[in-house]
């Protein structure tokens, strides 16, 4: 990253720390919202004195100016985490395919007579991804990925094994997933809800004991 970048982004951060816009802060050090407006578009540097005053006005040095901060640093990582959370689960679904496309490949190729539902290697590609995705979500702990992974394991497990086997009424075995699915949708909003209570009542409890100290601060200054 350039200079002017570095200096432009921890511009932005440190004003929006302070809560006040570019004109605000155009007010306070007399100089034009303008002016602020292209040094925060990289556009150009401001003089060394104009980074003195922005630094004393901020209560921070120079150096912090020219150098990425921790905020920057947490934007920047946060953008690669995600990345990471879109592109990982994308190879590792791929990565299964591929096996089963070599196994598809493999059994055509070698086996004969070649089996006629050979294409289920397709289909137990689902359930395996599924599973992938699920560890995935528990691993990143993303709730939304996690219900529907889970759920796929559900879904895609009770096709496999109806594709598999040419059995009477074997349509039934679809009830067990979709029984095992109004369990999984109760058990993820019951869950929410949960979490919610626990964080409203850990709230409450704090903003108790700050009122309560703040009672015994007041009773000791009188």
């Not at 020219?66 to 994308?90: G, H, Y």
């Not at 490949?105 to 070649?114: C, D, E, N, S, W």
């Not at 759920?151 to 059995?167: D, E, H």
Request: glycine share 2%; with cysteine.
């Amino acid at each position: 990253m350039e200079i002017n970048e570095v200096v432009a982004k921890n511009l932005i951060a440190y004003r929006k720390q302070k809560g006040l816009t570019q004109a605000e802060l155009a007010e306070k050090i007399s100089y034009s919202d303008k002016s602020i407006s292209k040094w925060e578009r990289a556009e150009c540097l401001p003089d060394l004195a104009i980074l003195k005053q922005l630094a004393d006005f901020y209560g921070i040095t120079v150096n912090d100016f020219l150098n990425e901060s921790d905020e920057i640093k947490k934007v920047k990582q946060k953008k690669r985490f995600l990345k990471k959370q879109i592109i990982v689960p994308f190879i590792s679904v791929g990565i299964v395919f591929l096996v089963s496309v070599l196994c598809f490949v493999g059994i055509t190729l070698f086996a004969k007579p070649v089996p006629n539902n050979v294409w289920l290697c397709f289909i137990y590609a689902l359930p395996v991804s599924a599973i992938v995705l699920t560890v995935l979500s528990c691993l990143w702990k993303l709730k939304v990925l996690n219900f529907f992974s889970v759920s796929g394991i559900l879904w895609f497990v009770t096709l496999s094994l109806f594709l598999s086997f040419n059995l009477m009424n074997l349509w039934m075995l679809f009830l067990i997933p979709a029984v095992l699915e109004v369990v999984l949708i109760l058990w993820f909003f019951l869950k929410a809800d949960i979490k919610e209570k626990i964080f409203s009542f850990g709230t409450k409890n704090k903003k108790q004991k700050r009122e309560e100290q703040q009672k015994k601060d007041d009773n000791a200054t009188k």
